[in-house]
């Protein structure tokens, strides 16, 4: 079964640094997402993209954080210079047309120190 | 905006019990309407769904059904097992153009033998 891929599974990080979450959606979808659960809290959108434009960000999704999808197969969150409080799970996840559900990554979870 | 409010948990309950686990939300005109879980260390899956008032989604011996009247979609199984154990979220998207999951806050189910 198709599924969605998130790498590494766990990063650490100094505060200030940059990072890169990595994700590859499933083939054939067409809607790509990151969304962020920090420990014990519900799950947050941060942005949408499609057709290679940003179609939705939420207000968590500020300067500090970019999307980009470089190729045909992956699909990447930067943060450019973490703080303490982005420590979280970043989930990726894709769907194939509007207003479906999403299938979602297993998680990457960034702790950042 | 859209939200989602979900019963506070954890739901302690031996095996075989039955569960319900209440979702109510807020949405203007008619949301999609989900159920996903989280097992221990995973990430997100989607448990069922439903589109329209009405529609009752099931898999695994879970069911919830669209409740218009009552803007509901609580989650029912007639007898949990050990392997239930989880946190549920119950999530929609609206209609308004954008295709973000708004999550509520999940609700962690405890199943013991």
């Not at chain 1, 200030?16 to 519900?42: A, D």
Request: charged residues 20%; glycine residues 8%; contains cysteine.
């Amino acid at each position: 079964e198709p599924e969605v891929t998130q790498t590494p599974s766990h990063q650490v990080t100094q505060m200030g640094q940059e990072v890169i979450l990595r994700c590859v959606p499933i083939s054939n979808h067409l809607y790509f997402y990151w969304y962020r659960q920090i420990l014990g809290q519900k799950v947050e959108f941060l942005v949408s993209f499609y057709n290679n434009e940003i179609s939705e960000k939420s207000e968590i999704f500020d300067d500090q954080f970019s999307v980009e999808r470089p190729d045909g197969s992956n699909f990447t969150l930067k943060i450019r210079s973490t703080k303490l409080e982005d420590s979280a799970m970043y989930f990726c996840a894709s769907s194939d047309r509007e207003n479906t559900e999403a299938f979602f990554g297993q998680g990457t979870r960034l702790t950042v120190v | 905006g859209d939200s989602v409010t979900q019963m506070e948990g954890p739901v302690t309950l031996s095996e075989e019990a039955f569960l319900t686990i209440n979702c109510t939300y807020t949405a203007t005109g008619y949301p999609s309407l989900f159920w996903y879980v989280q097992y221990p260390g995973e990430g997100l899956q989607l448990l069922l769904k439903a589109t329209k008032a009405d529609d009752k989604g099931s898999n695994k011996g879970f069911e919830a059904t669209y409740r218009k009247e009552t803007t509901s979609f609580h989650l029912e199984k007639g007898s949990v097992q050990v392997s239930d154990s989880a946190v549920y979220f119950c999530a929609l998207i609206g209609n308004t153009g954008f295709q973000k999951l708004v999550f509520g806050t999940g609700t962690r189910l405890l199943v013991s033998p």
